[in-house]
């Protein structure tokens, strides 16, 4: 028989482990409601040419990393490596675009064909936010401190904001000319992937991690240099914020983001606990994307945050949880019709309830109780379902009789009043 496997770079999340994935995003979806974000659900499968577009063919996301096919109308279509470009383009085809300013999130899986590594796989998620429509100074800020934050909520450790400005395409362009120059000249001097870079994406090799390239490129042209007053003072008020905000950050004038859309701030945030594949959440703005993929000049700006890195970052604490709040044991085919109709009727309040479906000896299903550490026990019998009753029980252990109340079916105030003294004053988040 075969014995199918999942696809490289692709994980199954199981349930021990999607209570940990649950809470954390329990947790974010708080923070953007208090930050009046609303949620925007775009197809994983988009048009090829979107991204093609979106991101920029010399990208290595676009040329080495999408997944992209045909389908049997011979559509070239991707499944979506980001969510940026698929926000722009169903606000453009929304006509939502009206209003003048969105703040936006989406939750859910990205795919690139990238070397799977620990915090690095081929179908991963992300958190992203985008604020559509907001031009000042103050929605930078807003956005890194909306990031910043939720980070923080979660309790993640030893974090570090770098922050930079690409400047506008007139900036970027004037600083290309002279960067291309300077890189004729040391081209032989560069390493081969940077050396490849140099046609598609000059741009990315500032971003090499090859030391002797990065060493060299010391003395090459800087970006900052080329800056007008305009994108400078822009920066400039940034960093003084965040320094209000007490947000600690560095500057690195090599961060240049992979994706082609961004103008002036850029940034990421990574962790030191992280090993190679450190950073946790990048973005930046991106105000000609819109009108490049068709839309009005609309600015934007915002981030996403990698879901599987966060996981990884988040403690132990987040990991606890309730597994049972009350467990129905019961025997009999009268009992168990009854146990159901209880069942239905304890899942309208906040508690979890499990009734044992497995027919069972008393003593079997006492010991499952147990074992879920459930805080609580129903008993009913083929004795109990003849007086039309039940027993609720505090459960401490096997032995324990504490706590213990017969109801009547159909009693439903004392019930109430039973769950509302024993379990839902107490009932964990
Ligand atoms: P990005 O930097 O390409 O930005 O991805 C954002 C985050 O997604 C990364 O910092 C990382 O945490 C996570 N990530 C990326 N690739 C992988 C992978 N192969 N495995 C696991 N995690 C990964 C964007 O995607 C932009 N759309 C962000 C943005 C939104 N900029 C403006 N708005």
Redesign the pocket.
Known sequence: MNNFKNLR?TVDLLPDQLIKWQNVEKIILEQLFRSSVKEIRTPILEMTDLFLRGIGEGTD?VSK?MYTFLDRGKRSCTLR?????S?ARALIQNGLLTKPFQKLWYMGP?F?Y?R?QA????Q???L???FIGYESVRSDIEIITLAWDILEKLGIKELNLEINTLGDHVDRSNFQKAFLKWLEVNKNSLDQDSQRRIDKNPLRILDTKNIKTKKILEDSPRLFDFLSEKSLDRYLTIKEKLKLLKIPFIENFNLV???D??THTAF??TSGLLGS?A????????DNLINQMGGAEIP???????????ILLSGNELEKSRETDIYIVNKGSNAETLAMQLSRKLRNYNLITELDLSGSSFSKQLKKANKLKSRCIIVIGDIEALKNEFVIRLFINVNSKNQEETISFGDDIKLDNWLKKNLLSTVLP
């Open positions: 770079g996301v990393e490596p980001e969510g940026t470009a926000v990205m690139r990238e799977p915090g690095r796989q081929r991963f998620h992300q992203g936010v985008e983001r992979g994706l859309y961004y990421e945030i594949q950073t946790v959440c990048g973005g930046g703005r991106y934007a700006i915002g981030f996403a945050i990698g879901l599987e890195r966060l």
